[in-house]
T-cell receptor
Framework: NAGVMQNPRHLVRRRGQEARLRCSPMKGHSHVYWYRQLPEEGLKFMVY????????ESGMPKERFSAEFPKEGPSILRIQQVVRGDSAAYFC?????????????FGQGTRLTVV | AQSVTQPDIHITVSEGASLELRCNYS??????LFWYVQSPGQGLQLLLK??????LVQGIKGFEAEFKRSQSSFNLRKPSVHWSDAAEYFCAVGANTNAGKSTFGDGTTLTVKP
């Protein structure tokens, strides 16, 4: 059973371009969470999704950021018109259906560099 | 709102010495508490977790943590540190309805001297 898979592991974008980060949850998991880790800081919650639904996006910046978790395929975090301040590591976590009180499992992250 | 404080930004210990990393949390209800380790350029690995029951929790790699409700603390300990333990350590608190939506501390970087 593969773990949470994120790709790409590293992504370089020029200012103004779009960044697409993908997350495939563990098999059988239906809850996905995205976190951002700025340099020298801890992880900050961004958004919580279930299949085809955004459940909690209280940590998402109001502009340029969006997330989806379609019925088929990976969850996508999209950042439009990237700026230097978007440079960070973005982590995805997943948890199984049912009891969301159980732990979530993290992927290895995508490190975004905006040049 | 929940919060986590890791008072020590950086700790240096000698190999073979004991280790304690501090974590204080703020949460209104019974918290779900986690310790993660992150090696440079890597993802997060769960060391241990506390949901309920015995307040002394054993984890992987010889780590343990003790939940003290009266002190709102969940300190991580290891009796004898190995050079491979050098990494960044994060304490996190999860809501009792959704552990996946966790609040993380800013981390403690551990350096191990030979």
């Amino acid at each position: 059973n593969a773990g949470v898979m994120q790709n790409p592991r590293h992504l370089v974008r020029r200012r103004g371009q779009e960044a697409r980060l993908r997350c495939s949850p563990m098999k059988g998991h239906s809850h996905v969470y995205w976190y951002r880790q700025l340099p020298e800081e801890g992880l900050k919650f961004m958004v919580y999704l279930q299949k085809e639904n955004i459940i909690d996006e209280s940590g998402m910046p109001k502009e340029r950021f969006s997330a989806e978790f379609p019925k088929e395929g990976p969850s996508i975090l999209r950042i439009q018109q990237v700026v230097r301040g978007d440079s960070a590591a973005y982590f995805c976590a997943s948890s199984p259906p049912g009891d969301t009180r159980l732990e979530a499992f993290f992927g290895q992250g995508t490190r975004l560099t905006v040049v | 709102a929940q919060s986590v404080t890791q008072p020590d930004i950086h700790i240096t210990v000698s190999e073979g010495a004991s280790l304690e990393l501090r974590c204080n949390y703020s949460y209104g209800a019974t918290p779900y508490l986690f310790w993660y380790v992150q090696s440079p350029g890597q993802g997060l690995q769960l060391l241990l977790k506390y949901f309920s029951g015995d307040t002394l929790v054993q984890g992987i790699k010889g780590f343990e943590a003790e939940f003290k409700r009266s002190q709102s603390s969940f300190n991580l300990r290891k009796p004898s540190v190995h050079w491979s333990d050098a990494a960044e350590y994060f304490c996190a608190v999860g809501a009792n309805t959704n552990a996946g939506k966790s609040t993380f501390g800013d981390g403690t970087t551990l350096t191990v001297k030979p």
